[in-house]
């Protein structure tokens, strides 16, 4: 009898029989794949937002601004995918196996991908914007809330969450690029970011969990980045040990962004948030930039009408943080100053802070809830909350809710419904006084 002969091994898919990327955006050679399954015309190019993206590794070379995406994307019967492209310029799409069918038209990227294919290779140039859409001429990126495809092809919407990697080359001489090589959890499309200036690093230690913190800041700043700084390493460390781990890497901080004359506050893209240059003494813009790392960005919101979710959340666990690191009199002088936000914000202005009747039916930009109202209305209504549940009973309630959801989106409505399922104190009553009401409430914690 002779000897059975080893059967040729069966080639499938790109997934189980090629090397992942190296490098970032670079796919080794694939000849066992692409000898056999990838002869002849590539699909047609067509429509489909729908198809889900997994990761998205960058590679831009700042001297031209051209750039590289690789996008991995999960298996559909659609054999297409689209993607969000805004003012950048294609300049080719491929697969490992070579060019696929795609077409642009509005802004939209659509391709044809092989049923085989998981990475889709799009090759781009970027415009350089001033209007806070994209890439800004100082070098600092600003793609909040649905601008990231000015940066790279994307899905802008909020439950499309993914990971990433980025490269960037050609720094310019004497300048530093500070971004983040890789965000390992799920993070929405606007939260990858970076910015290059002169900058210096000022490390403020690790937390328990290890960790690391810094502030990037430039010339002339290091008195304010050292006073708005002062306690952030112990905030990070409080989310830390009171709500659940950080999903974004190893470490993290605050990079000043020099926005401009009048720009004010902070951009929560995680690890490295952006602070404005005229708020880097301000430690309350830094200990909320953190806060997000938890509610915002780690539980992203499924809908924009639950904008509370995210900003009253992280502007309620700022507080927290404040009465964590320098004790129950300082955090009442916060509460105090939000007291007069408030009254300010209703007489500019009132909205409802939860206006959850339905879902991305709105536009955050030109909707009046793009306001103080759900930062200060909703942290109010986290402050009366605690006074009638207990601290204990908040920070569980949080806790738990961060760890169910992270790494995925939220409404509103299923925290306090977490809420009630934990304690058993219905928060509605509170919820229509302070979310889905207008005015200033006659009782304020």
Known sequence: ?????????????????????????????????????AQGEPPPAGADLSRDIRSTALNVRLDSLEATALIQVAGSSSNTL???????????????????????????????VPE?????RVDYVISESTNYDGYLPGGTTFTWPSFCANLYPCHPALADGAT????????????????????????????LAWAVGDYTEKALGSTAAGTQVSVWHLPGEEVAATQGTLHLKDAVDFYEKRYGAYSFGSKVGSVSA?????????????????????????????????????????????CWEDFVLSEGTSEYLTARSVRETEGVEAEEKVWASWK???????????TLALPDSTCNEIDILTHPLWST???????????????????????????????RHVGGTARMQQLLDLV??????????????????????????
């Open 1 to 37: 009898m002779g000897c059975p002969k080893d059967s040729p091994e069966e080639v499938t898919d790109e997934a189980s029989s090629c090397a992942g990327p190296t490098n970032g955006t670079e796919l080794p050679a694939c000849p066992l794949l692409c000898d056999a399954l």
């Open 82 to 112: 689209s993607l969000k492209v805004g003012s950048l310029r294609i300049t080719g799409v491929s697969s490992r196996c070579g060019p696929l069918n795609h077409t642009v038209k509005d802004g939209q990227l659509d391709v044809g």
């Open 116 to 120: 085989w294919a998981s990475f889709v």
């Open 164 to 191: 990433f990697s980025l490269q960037l080359e050609n720094v310019p001489a004497g300048k530093t690029a500070v971004y983040p090589r890789s965000i390992p959890g799920e993070a929405p499309p606007y939260m």
């Open 258 to 302: 020099n926005w401009g004359e009048g720009a004010y506050g902070g951009m929560e893209h995680h690890p490295y948030w952006h602070v404005a240059s005229d708020a880097m003494d301000d430690k309350l813009v830094h200990h909320h930039e953190a806060a997000h790392g938890w509610f915002g960005n780690g539980v992203r919101i499924q």
């Open 340 to 350: 007069l936000s408030l009254e300010r914000a209703v007489a500019r202005g009132d």
């Open 373 to 403: 109202i759900p930062y200060v209305k909703g942290a109010f209504f986290y402050r009366a909350l605690e006074k009638q549940i207990g601290t204990a009973a908040m920070d569980q309630a949080l806790a738990h809710f961060y760890q």
């Open 420 to 445: 009630k399922e934990e304690t058993g104190y219905d928060s509605t009553p509170l919820a229509q006084t302070w979310l889905r009401g207008l005015g200033v409430p006659a009782e304020i914690p």
